[in-house]
Nanobody
Framework: QVHLVESGGGLVQAGGSLRLSCVLT????????MGWYRQAPGRQRELVAT???????NYADSVKGRFSISRGNAKNTVYLQMNSLKPEDTAVYYC??????????????????WGQGTQVTVSS
């Protein structure tokens, strides 16, 4: 069952912009971090950007200054604004969310969810 729903991918020319959105549809105890990862054909999945519940952000060197990650007011939504896109940004982009699903007197139940991915293609 998929608990993260992504949208916003597509085809764009080099230098253009796209905005990806991701919504966590399951009720959880908290969301500690949300982020975006990408996987190009023949390559391993790599981190693009993450944002913590406190608002701290982390970016891959390859996207610094071009991409911006943010959380929505409802906190269950994360956005990735991608500017100055390059052909090497072409990949399937995946949303990720991690945190605590529920708690009881003995332990915390963690989760680590992934979306199904959205294709971003940048033409030269």
């Amino acid at each position: 069952q998929v608990h993260l729903v992504e949208s916003g991918g597509g085809l764009v020319q080099a230098g253009g912009s796209l905005r990806l959105s991701c919504v966590l549809t399951r009720s959880v105890y908290n969301i500690e971090v949300m982020g975006w990862y990408r996987q190009a054909p023949g390559r391993q999945r790599e981190l693009v950007a993450t944002i913590t519940d406190g608002g701290s952000t982390n970016y891959a060197d390859s996207v610094k200054g071009r991409f911006s990650i943010s959380r929505g007011n409802a906190k269950n939504t994360v956005y990735l604004q991608m500017n100055s896109l390059k052909p090497e940004d072409t990949a399937v982009y995946y949303c990720n969310a991690e945190g605590i699903l529920s708690v009881d007197p003995i332990r915390e139940f963690e989760y680590d969810y992934w979306g199904q991915g959205t294709q971003v293609t940048v033409s030269s």
